[in-house]
């Protein structure tokens, strides 16, 4: 074999035994939603339909955990994004009037019209995430109705 063969089977097994080690870290792969401890009052059910299908898994306590989050290092990705979408608005823990509620119904419109929410990486995923521009409006609408 030449040596740079060997080299690169050095490197190839290298990253396998990382990849593998990776696996033994927990940070990612507590897959337990909390409690739902209240909600919006949504205008409509198909504002809620909306929202569930395209910002729960990230916004809620009602997370769907797909098979590749349990694979290291996306599993610290999708934990991540989890965190940060629960942080910044959550459905399932929702305190109408709250800063948080405030912030969240003023933010809505942009985020959403823009195309930064749903994530793009996450549409690609979850196609049915995947809104059209009149499910975008109706989701904008419905969503700065019940948030305030």
Not at 57 to 75: F, G, L, R
């Amino acid at each position: 074999m030449k040596p740079v063969g060997k080299v690169l089977m050095v490197i190839f097994g290298l990253a396998v035994a990382v990849f593998i080690l990776i696996q033994f870290v927990p940070y990612g792969k507590n897959h337990i939603n909390p409690p739902v401890t209240g909600e919006p009052a949504w205008d409509s059910p198909q504002t809620r339909e909306l929202a569930k299908r395209a910002c729960f898994d990230c916004h809620s306590n009602e997370t769907v955990y797909p098979w590749y989050s349990n694979v290291a290092p996306v599993s610290w990705l999708v934990q991540h994004d989890i965190e940060e979408g629960r942080g910044r608005l959550n459905f399932s823990e929702w305190e109408a009037g709250s800063r948080r509620a405030q912030r969240a119904g003023n933010e809505v419109r942009e985020v959403i019209s823009s195309g930064e929410m749903p994530m793009p990486i996450y549409v690609l995923q979850h196609p049915s995430a995947k809104l059209t521009d009149a499910e975008k409006m109706a989701l904008i609408a419905g969503l700065e109705s019940s948030l305030k």
